[in-house]
């Protein structure tokens, strides 16, 4: 039986890749796991980042209070961010966040729940580029926001 941290790890990674597939994105190119890098090349198709971590509590913690770690769900908050030029891409992306979401058990391994918190925001952004890159200064973007809500669980080791 894995750790809650290889739960966590493992719900993440198969989240992401579930991703990957439904936007059709590279992973380390145009979607990035944990958080966007702290320098980047802003692409034509722009990019996005999913993370999973903190809020909720064990969901039978009052049955298995006495019992470290015992509780067979544990629930997550996860986040997905995207950054697009265009507000027709950033709509379409947000779409798929709709048409695809939520998913059950069967879906991933691990993953017992993941429903959206609340319905994606598109909105428009700055961002300030630093001067040292190709196009350095102010660029507008759309940005697109979807705040998921997460129930994993342990999974064979």
């Known amino acids: 039986m894995s750790t809650w941290l290889e739960a966590w790890d493992g719900a993440e990674e198969r989240i992401f890749g579930y991703l990957l597939g439904l936007t059709s994105c590279d992973r380390d190119v145009n979607a990035f796991l944990g958080e966007l890098p702290k320098d980047f090349v802003y692409s034509a198709e722009g990019f996005w980042m999913f993370a999973m971590g903190g809020g909720g509590a064990p969901l039978d913690y ?19 961010e995207g950054i697009y030029n265009d507000r027709t891409t950033a709509k379409r992306i947000a779409g798929i966040l709709m048409e695809n979401f939520p998913i059950a058990e069967s879906t991933l391994t691990g993953v017992s729940r993941m429903k959206p918190s609340e319905e994606p925001t598109v909105a428009r ?22 705040p998921f809500e997460i129930i994993y669980t342990k999974t064979e080791a």
Do not use: H, K, Y
């Open 62 to 80: 009052e049955i298995n209070m006495n019992t470290p770690g015992g509780c067979g769900e544990r629930q997550m908050n996860a986040t997905f």
């Open 125 to 146: 952004d700055v961002i300030l580029r630093r001067a040292d890159q190709a196009q350095g200064g102010e660029m507008r973007i759309w940005r697109v926001s979807q």
